[in-house]
């Protein structure tokens, strides 16, 4: 049951990190306006910045890893 959670919660940080790089790359970014709970709205707020601050870590151990490259 506890490995499950963890699969899940993996699972789910995942998805914010991808969610954060499709934001950076397509400006597309899910509609939280629309979300009717102010408390549940603030919630998804804080689950998308931790896969923003997962996706500038990413970047920034890749961009310092010679097995990378950056091409523009």
Avoid at 43 to 71: N, P, W
Wanted: charged residues 25%; proline residues 3%.
């Amino acid at each position: 049951m506890f490995g499950r959670l963890i699969h899940y919660g993996f699972d789910a940080f995942l998805l914010s990190a991808f969610l954060a790089g499709v934001k950076r790359s397509t400006g597309l970014t899910p509609a939280l306006s629309r979300v009717p709970d102010k408390d549940i709205r603030h919630i998804l707020q804080s689950y998308l910045e931790i896969g923003e601050y997962a996706f500038d870590f990413a970047v920034v151990i890749f961009g310092r890893s010679q097995f990378f490259e950056r091409r523009r």
